[in-house]
């Protein structure tokens, strides 16, 4: 399963940079913490990539909203949640993961 990739993307503000973009749907926003969630794992080997930025791309059921982080921030200020017990860290879908609430990203329309 493939949970995002690294692109060339414009970052408002900073220009063309490499980022993390990862589409999400409705049924990924996790309700008690305001935000998404994105596999430790991942945000560990994006840091060891030197990749700076993370952009979910959220398309809702009636729109489609960009919502753009620095991934240092989501090891300051994410949730770490461990998703479903039944699967090890190995599995992305299902491992822990960390939670970034949206009051720590920036959101751009489509």
């Not at 030197?50 to 989501?74: L, P």
Request: positive net charge.
């Amino acid at each position: 399963m493939r949970v995002g990739e690294i692109k060339q993307v414009f970052i408002p503000l900073v220009g063309y940079r490499k980022a993390y973009v990862s589409v999400r749907k409705p049924i990924h926003f996790f309700k008690k913490f305001r935000g998404f969630g994105i596999d430790s794992g991942i945000i560990k080997t994006l840091i060891e990539q030197k990749i700076e930025w993370v952009v979910i791309d959220y398309q809702g059921t009636r729109k489609r909203v960009f919502f753009i982080s620095k991934t240092e921030d989501w090891l300051l200020n994410g949730t770490p949640v461990h998703y479903n017990k039944e699967y090890d860290d190995q599995n992305a879908s299902f491992g822990r993961q960390l939670v970034l609430s949206k009051a720590f990203m920036k959101e751009r329309g489509s």
